[in-house]
């Protein structure tokens, strides 16, 4: 059994004593408890419908199968076909994220005893299904050939691994079993002992890296932070060598620490960069953490899609070319949004710039809750920014709308564990004061006896943000709070002075450092506004196109409300009157705005002509037109939706 210790000691990402001090630590797994009405929402259904539904499709798929299998020796189970057969290869990865995200939510808010129960029943699994040799992979194990590690780079046994580490610690801090750091800690070792009689052994699937580093954390055993920095350091040297894909899919075409650019599979991109991060923070790297801000940049500026979306390319899932940006062929998995979120957490953390905030922020409303329903039974694994027919949503499963699961069922258990670990991404705090990254309603409680309850109309109402002071010890201390990068004329409010304009420092945040007594107040006022965007014009897909955005919130249209035009028919007008409205067919926030559509001529002959749009659109009309959150769109089933709208054609006959 290893030395472990407690969640209040050891939160999640947490750089140890020995390393270069982090310029943000993160507080307890418990320290924020968000009340905020949208997001309260999100993690009850997260909690009380995702997780409960997705233990069934775990069964119903044959994740359970096979980890059962592995442990009472048997043969191959017999589970329900797939249409892809390699997919039984990664089945354990799917069980592990929904083991973690289980332990994260009864570290957010103890779990009843049944769900509990069916986690620590599938922790008794992983335990079972532990070879003598240390190897864990249910479907090397019931294959019996190859032999664990013999075809590492197509088993995808390290993938799997990787998320196995992952949940060991999270299991162990939110319950403290530690039966998983213990399976672990003997995979590890097997995969030692691998290396030492094959090299070249390196994980093909990144994930295993941030593993290691948490594993670390929770044991103290610097040999995992080893692995994972010779891990990183090994990679860039075309390892692979596998026919469907060049080197560069796999971050694989040069070493890390020379990179300018993001490259290759969106979601092996973040996984691999998160953990570049956190051994460059548990090291004092300076150079590895400077090649990890190099590529979020190279992403940010050139690669990102409006929704905070990642991967342009549907063939390998992939970053496509600067400003390969197309928004009915994007690609955009839910994955690669989670990803790019930890990545930011992580960058936040290590550097206490803003902008990596402002990423998460504009991920988590747009391009990440996309990827699961309202009502969190339903899944994308596919988040495009426009659909031209309805139920046409590419899956691994074909093309279809929101699903239940999928054969792959990568996103939805990522889904559920970033969802219940919203809070822990929320504040952090030290010594010298507590810091707000996200604007949302809940309390805030350090270890150093200071509270804060926050009260938050961000996004969707006035986007006033009012601080209290609950609890203070007599010393002075700093509050920092991020002002989002969406706010044009903030201002700020102490006690009951006058509100005053205000401007960030240089890494985006205000600093009010006072002795505070309990009821002391701060109010910041972002004032959020519906604002029309246009794309950079190397962006050739959006040109002549805007989108509609208030605070973080990207808006589209859906097909549902056109009354029989098409999508492809409405136009966004110059002098568009955009406004918040209520729907009752919606849980959330909407908008409303006097949209152009137009009637388009018979389709006959060639779509090519030199004729402007004004002389082939007959006729415009303006009508009042809901405006639907990125992230709700399809909720009433398979319909059309579009982001980027023309712009209403200049001339454009409109009705006398």
Known sequence: MHARTTTSERPLVLPTAE?????????????????????????????????????????????LAYLRAAANGEGVPTIRPLNDPHVVKILDSDVYKWVEAVAEEH????????????????????????????????????????APLENWREGHELYCGGHLVQTAVAWARATGDDRLVDVAGRFIAFVRDAIAADPAILPLHPGLEMGLVELYRETGEREHLELAKDFIDRRGHNSFGLWRFSPDHFADHQPLRGSQHIQGHAVMAFYLLCGTVDVAVETGDAELLAAAERQWEDFVTTKMYLTGGAGSRQHDEAFG???????DTAYAETCAAIGSVMLSWRLLLATGRSRYADLIERTLYNGLLSGGSLDGSCYLYVNPLYVREPGRILSPDGYDHRKTWFECACCPPNLMRIIATVGQITATGDEHGIQLHQLVTGSVEDDHGRSLRVTSGVPFADGEVRFEVVETGPEAWTLAVRVPEWTTAPTLTVGGGSPAPVAPDADGYLRIERTWTAGDTVVLRTAPEFAVVRADPRIDAYRGERAVVRGPIVYCVEGDDLDGATIDAVRLPADVDVRMVAYDWLEVPAAEAQLSVVTLPPVAGSPYTSTSDADRESSTSRRAVPLIPYFAWGNRGATTMRVWLPEEAPGAILPA
């Open 19 to 63: 390393a270069a001090p982090a310029t943000f630590r993160p507080l307890r797994s418990d320290a924020v408890r968000i009340t905020d009405e949208f997001w309260t929402a999100r993690m009850e259904n997260n909690r009380t419908v995702s997780l409960p539904e997705a233990y069934d499709h775990l069964e119903e798929y044959g994740g």
């Open 107 to 146: 570290m957010r808010q103890p779990l009843d005893d049944n769900l509990l129960a069916k986690a620590t029943d599938t922790v008794d699994l992983i335990v079972r299904a532990q070879q003598a040799d240390g190897s864990v992979h249910s479907w090397t194990t019931v294959q019996g050939s190859p």
């Open 321 to 327: 070319a600067p400003f390969e940006l197309s928004p």
